[in-house]
């Protein structure tokens, strides 16, 4: 079975700018969370997608925001760029068990 | 406040010893406790789980003890060994605040190293 994949693995966008990365997760996993991991706060829940529905969301502004498709495949965006926002953001799908598989995360910087 | 807590950033074992890694949380409505392993660039990767109606679950050379009245639980790795040089992530699991929804709580991580 193909893991979780992400696109793109790397990323650099300047302040103000927005940015949308993708997520497919493993094929059966109806469930797709996305966290944000950076040195000072460790991994942080943004939010969940279960069949295109947002069930679960972190406690994160506005400009960061998600959406799920029919196939389950996942996007997630960030408007209004902001430097702190620089990180590893990371995608996990999760089948009828309890543990969430990780893809090997976006990292953005911002400058 | 930080619900899932790893104190030790850090350990260094030799090869063929035993590691421990250790993990503390507060929220007494966890009901899964899981334990990620995570190498630079990579995302993390599942190692093992243990029901909070358990307290020792055992796969290969890892096994996770859990002790709910000291809202603890522990790692073990025997014997180390060099290719699991890590951080390793404590993560707890608990209902989210959609219908069927479980959301994870990270700890901040343990880097170990072990030493050929």
């Known amino acids: 079975k193909a893991g979780v994949t992400q696109t793109p693995r790397y990323l650099i966008k300047t302040r103000g700018q927005q940015v949308t990365l993708s997520c497919s997760p493993i094929s059966g996993h109806r469930s797709v969370s996305w966290y944000q991991q950076t040195p000072g706060q460790g991994l942080q829940f943004l939010f969940e997608?279960?069949?295109?529905?947002?069930?679960n969301k972190g406690n994160f502004p506005g400009r960061f925001s998600g959406r799920q498709f029919s196939n389950s495949r996942s996007e997630m965006n960030v408007s209004t760029l902001e430097l702190g926002d620089s990180a590893l953001y990371l995608c996990?799908?999760?089948?009828?068990?309890?543990?969430?598989?990780f893809g090997p995360g976006t990292r953005l910087t911002v400058t | 406040d930080q619900q899932v807590k790893q104190n030790s950033p850090s350990l260094s074992v030799q090869e063929g010893r035993i590691s421990i890694l250790n993990c503390d949380y507060t929220n007494s409505m966890f009901d899964y406790f899981l334990w990620y392993k995570k190498y630079p660039a990579e995302g993390p990767t599942f190692l093992i789980s243990?029901?909070?109606?358990?307290d020792k679950n055992e796969d290969g050379r890892f096994t996770v003890f859990l002790n709910k009245s000291a809202k603890h639980l522990s790692l073990h790795i025997v014997p180390s060994q060099p290719g699991d040089s890590a951080v390793y992530f404590c993560?707890?699991?608990?209902?989210?605040?959609?219908?069927?929804?479980?959301?994870?709580?990270f700890g901040k991580g343990t880097k170990l190293s072990v030493i050929p």
């Open positions: 243990i029901s909070s109606i358990k």
């Open positions: 993560a707890a699991s608990a209902l989210g605040s959609g219908a069927g929804s479980y959301q994870l709580t």
């Open positions: 996990a799908s999760k089948g009828l068990a309890v543990e969430q598989y």
């Open positions: 997608y279960f069949s295109e529905t947002q069930r």
